[in-house]
């Protein structure tokens, strides 16, 4: 049996870690920017790959990311099952019934959405397939639908991403907005198997364009009816039957490998057949959140940063950048989905300046883009420089959506508290023992941070105490002030040994006392909001008075409470 | 750069799908026997691999796993990232304090248990070298190493399954086993990257074995001291500047995958870097328990049923059975253990029944015993004959282990709810409006099963309810009566539309009613009490109002709430 050697078994352990390591590094750190963290990922890769590793240490990237023998073999495989879980999560996350729900607004935003740029990329594609990189060999037709199909289909999960960071996620421009994402990201995805049909090798021309759209359609629609009510019926028997959760994921897993296998083998590339999968199994109401949940988190933060980290590995983005072939991908891909997004949502009633956002949001492309870029690479569809093209678009779209969505429709940014505490203003230690000494001791430190002076600080936060007691129960204090002048709200937490009396409904000292000071009444409210929820839970307020650095107290703050 | 061809890919993924859903559905078959779910994944593979596919269809086995070629590397690299995986999460599982805690007895049980079952098959090795299988090139002193160390560790997951299924992992016994086979696990795994590191062909004889000394124990106290207490300080920071659990999620695994890197780069085997990294990890009180919970699902349900179903796939476990081999390292390996541990656990003080019992539990080898077992086939250092005879000891110790220590230490089953309920008793649409209508109804299809007259039940139930009300709160009533000449406890589940008065103290209707009859006190008691756990979550009752369908109801009694 071919077994790998110590030396491949040692190079795809460090391969691994190092994309793992540097993409979820990457990947956090564009978050802070509030980017969505597939670009940091795919940073990483490129950081990694040919295009700069592979430039300045080409020894050490030939030792990593050898190109040929077995650590190529095997590196490609489990990108491969990556990919696989990638879209298994994906498909969970469609919700068919919803895009039904939302009816005539969401048809007409998803279908504009899908038609106007496919038919703007079908069109420029047929004009200029020289220039985009056709060969004499490639057949126009299928290059011409690929490029229509790869510029009309949006990101479901960096939507979401975007308008769940934007608060807008639970509006109704917001729903809409996903309802028609998903939609277009399940017929682009059906789209896009027949372009993969017609690619495939053993089927000849006419034959294969009707086999495929059988097969592809076939799978499709079995999957999300017949299928569908099997797998509604058989998890409940699962779970009866089964240790929970093990035997529901066993399932799911098997039955997602084997969809990929299948759908591999009619010719249309795994990962069609695991959305497929995932969308018929998250439809599913006996699918348990926990169970999902375990499925989620391991693959978006284990098995999806290996594949996107993995895009970078594939050519050389430097060299390959093409500015006219970007730059023509870029603008008609904006340009249709803006337009044809925008146009669907004017129909279906909204304002223009909605409109626009909705076509901004549904503009950003992420994560599927580029699993299509590679299909058609690898398949020899397109060139290099398509590639870079298409996945310098999909970065672009995905990072200009969230500042233009936020610049077109005003939102109020909510105040959190952990957001906003910091390490000058957490006092471990305070000495006093009673409640004006605290206080003073607090506003001690927070005034002259903001130029302020101390005194006005304990005045306006005393006038407030006198009014009402800011003794919350089990130990918390949180007096407040609102202090005209500052910039910026300030939180300090401060923890004492002794427990001092601040008033409290059950007459329980207060160890905790978190000081809000803010400019106006709006992100007071948001703030003690905030510190009514977080504290409300006891093993919260344990967590923070166990905090001994203030590492710990933000790491506490930052996690929910199980 | 190599990829994996269309066909390729169909087959790994056709290979994946098939080992996992055998090896769930096995594993989850022989739970149904209260036997450890490792044994039906192995007999998953053993199905699936030369011994019985490979023999009658070989075809079929050729097609999905084939020895040479892509496939293979890819299979192989996939089950060599699965068993590090299931290392990492044994490895956190390791509890470093409680050793210490439970002081003289396990040590003295963990010691003795190791010290005597090495020794034994130091011995038989020594004496036998031929018989057991090593050849002519093979070190001598490498072999009977290798031959001890593989018959002294303990399988934590497996002991600390059969306690637990025993009802005993809480008990002062129990507690004492676990610190022990941990104990066990730790030092067998040093012993055995010593083993490893020895038959290192890198490494020349002498200056070998010194430099394989120096990297493990420095690997393993580095990582378990200075390691450890980095990995708590660096958790915390991740914990409050990433978004949780992905930062964690993501250094774990990066981290996980380093070390297997480097301790293969040592000549140590990965899984030894993975389960230091593993133990190491666990340690940090900052690890949140929903943190480990998505690794272990995961890495439980779907990496591990992979790698030990491709135990099967690496002999064939009928022609290289060698019932010589077995017998011998069967016989030696349980007299060696069960004679240490309980000597040791009759040093600490324990009756010569539990201290049987100990040695009963120690002995169960399960998952590791095959790991080494593997690792040594791929180096070379033992024959097929010997891993079959390994493979075997392994299982039948796991399985021997429960049945054993529950004859040697009579422990009261406790009945619960969800095991004792039948689709005959599910009546999902009761018709009568009055309390003694439902009760009636009820009795009337539950007293036939068992052969009794329906009146008599009713009466029973009835006179026990004018003593006490049966209604609980949010909707739910449990009748209960003890019957004399029962064979065993009758629970019928009742659903109505309608609400009937039982009395409750919330003054609401009831919609549920559980009946219980049962023969004797203590069983009434289990049941009401786990009626009792199971209904007060309001949940539950919802989960088991929706029930439509036995199967149903089932599956809701069956998953604990959220």
């Known amino acids: 049996m071919d077994h790998l050697a110590p030396h491949d078994v040692m190079v795809v352990f460090l391969a691994l870690a190092a994309l793992l390591a540097s993409a979820k590094f990457a990947g956090e750190l564009v978050k802070k920017f509030n980017q969505p963290s597939v670009l940091g990922e795919i940073i990483a890769g490129i950081l990694l790959g040919p295009t700069v590793l592979g430039h300045y240490r080409p020894g050490v990237y030939a030792l990593l990311f050898p190109h040929t023998g077995p650590v190529a073999l095997v590196l490609d495989g489990i990108t491969a099952i990556s990919v696989v879980f990638f879209l298994l ?87 809409i907005v996903m309802s028609s994402a998903m939609c277009d990201d399940l ?87 695991a959305f497929i999968t995932g969308a018929a199994v998250g439809e599913s109401a006996h699918l348990r959140e926990r169970t999902s949940e375990h499925i989620h988190q391991i693959v978006t933060n284990v098995f999806a940063p290996l594949f996107f980290a993995s895009i970078g590995l594939h050519t050389n983005f430097v060299t390959n950048f093409h500015p006219g072939v970007t730059g023509v991908i870029l603008g008609v891909a904006c340009l249709g989905k803006i337009l044809g997004a925008g146009w669907g949502a004017r129909l279906g009633g909204m304002d223009m300046r909605t409109a626009i956002g909705v076509g901004m949001a549904m503009n950003a492309r992420g994560a599927m883009e580029m699993i299509l870029g590679i299909l058609a690479l690898q398949a020899g569809l397109i060139h290099e420089s398509m590639f870079v093209a298409l996945v310098v678009m999909a970065l672009v779209t995905s990072l200009i959506s969230a500042p233009a969505i936020r610049m077109l429709i005003q939102d109020k940014k909510k105040f959190s508290l952990k957001d906003i505490v910091s390490s000058e203003l957490f006092l471990p230690n305070l000495t006093s023992d009673t409640k004006n000494g605290v206080l003073k001791e607090m506003c001690d430190i927070a005034a002259p941070l903001v130029g302020n002076a101390p005194e006005r600080f304990f005045r306006l936060v005393s006038e407030r105490e006198r009014v009402t007691s800011s003794g919350w129960r089990a130990g918390v204090a949180v007096p407040y002030a609102r202090v005209d002048g500052l910039l910026r709200p300030l939180v300090a937490i401060g923890k004492t040994e002794k427990g001092i009396d601040f008033g409290s409904r059950d007459g329980r000292p207060a160890r905790l006392i978190v000081l809000i000071l803010t400019p106006d009444n709006q992100s007071q409210h948001d703030l003690l909001a905030d510190a009514g929820q977080l504290f409300s839970q006891k093993e919260m307020v344990d967590r923070a008075l166990a905090a001994n650095s203030f590492v710990e107290l933000a790491a506490a703050l930052n996690a929910p409470v199980k």
């Open 187 to 273: 017929v682009g995805w059906i789209l896009f198997g027949l372009v993969l049909g017609m690619m495939n090798p053993h089927a000849d021309a006419g034959h294969g364009i009707r086999h495929t759209i059988v097969l592809v359609l076939g799978f499709a629609v079995l999957m999300l009816t017949v299928g569908r009510w099997l797998i509604h019926k058989i998890l409940p028997f699962i779970q009866a039957h089964t240790t929970w959760p093990g035997g529901v994921l066993g399932f799911i897993f098997s039955l997602t490998l084997a969809s990929a296998a299948f759908a591999e083998y009619a010719g249309i590339h795994t990962v069609f057949g």
């Open 89 to 175: 999560t994906a498909g969970i996350e469609i919700d068919l019934a919803s895009i039904f729900r939302q009816g005539k607004s969401a048809l007409l935003v998803s279908s504009f959405g899908m038609v106007v740029p496919f038919g703007f990329g079908f069109a420029a594609a047929g004009l200029f397939p020289r220039f985009l990189g056709a060969d004499d060999g490639t057949d126009r037709l299928v290059f011409a639908l690929f490029i229509g199909t790869a510029l009309s289909i949006s990101a479901l999960p960096v939507v979401a991403r975007i308008l769940m960071d934007l608060g807008l996620l639970t509006t109704e421009m917001g729903t």
